[in-house]
């Protein structure tokens, strides 16, 4: 199993561009999580998803969006990138109930100039 | 409220233990983690007690988990410089239909010679 795998490794944006940020995980779990995490800080939730169709809302959404059409998938997307989006991006997996680990993709380092 | 302290930075020599501290403010908190990051990576699960439990021995490492003070350590025995990383403490518990992992601000470990 390759795990939680996420492109790209690095972007750059002008303010106002738009990007997708994508994870893809093959372990066959149903739930799946973006975070951000800013300098010297530790990890925020964005969106998280429960399975395929489902998405919710996490501490930060404003700025972003997701979808969930496959289990494997769980793209962010940002629409008009603004400076304060400048962060390293996480996604996470984990397999449902009763199994409470959460497994980390490398991250998508971002900057928006 | 939700909320995990860490110290952000300990220094320790090559050989000798390292002790890293947590205290976290929910009790009902289920699980209890903590991750590795190296520079430039995604978070890497290293250990993890469940709330009911007082300590895990785990190779090299051990958790120490103290509720009744929401206190929370990890020892890292004969420390590498390959240990070198920054290490986060995270809470989970159930709520909202999903698992809200709740990280701290990252302890870096620096091994020195």
């Known amino acids: 199993n390759a795990g939680v795998t996420q492109t790209p490794k690095f972007r750059i944006l002008k303010i106002g561009q738009s990007m997708t940020l994508q994870c893809t995980q093959d372990?066959?779990?149903?739930?799946m999580y973006w975070y951000r995490q800013d300098p010297g800080m530790g990890l925020k939730l964005i969106y998280y998803?429960?399975?395929?169709?489902?998405?919710d809302k996490g501490e930060v959404p404003n700025g972003y969006n997701v979808s969930r059409s496959t289990t494997e998938d769980f793209p962010l997307r940002l629409e008009l990138a603004a400076p304060s989006q400048t962060s390293v991006y996480f996604c996470?997996?984990?397999?449902?109930?009763?199994?409470?680990?959460?497994?980390f993709g490398p991250g998508t380092r971002l900057l928006v100039l | 409220g939700e909320d995990v302290e860490q110290s952000l930075f300990l220094s320790v020599r090559e050989g000798d233990s390292s002790v890293i501290n947590c205290t976290y403010t929910?009790?009902?908190?289920?699980?209890l983690y903590w991750y590795k990051q190296e520079p430039g990576a995604g978070l890497q699960l290293l250990t993890y007690?469940?709330?009911?439990?007082d300590m895990k021995q785990d190779q090299r490492l051990t958790v120490l988990l103290n509720k009744k003070d929401k206190h929370l350590s990890l020892r890292i025995a004969d420390t590498q410089t390959g240990d070198s990383a920054i290490y986060f403490c995270?809470?989970?518990?159930?709520?909202?239909?999903?698992?809200?992992?709740?990280f701290g601000a990252g302890t870096r470990l620096a091994v020195h010679p």
């Open positions: 929910d009790s009902s908190s289920t699980y």
């Open positions: 998803s429960v399975g395929a169709g489902i998405t």
């Open positions: 996470a997996s984990r397999a449902g109930t009763g199994e409470e680990t959460q497994y």
């Open positions: 995270a809470e989970t518990f159930p709520g909202g239909g999903y698992n809200k992992l709740i």
């Open positions: 007690i469940f709330s009911n439990m």
């Open positions: 372990m066959n779990h149903n739930y």
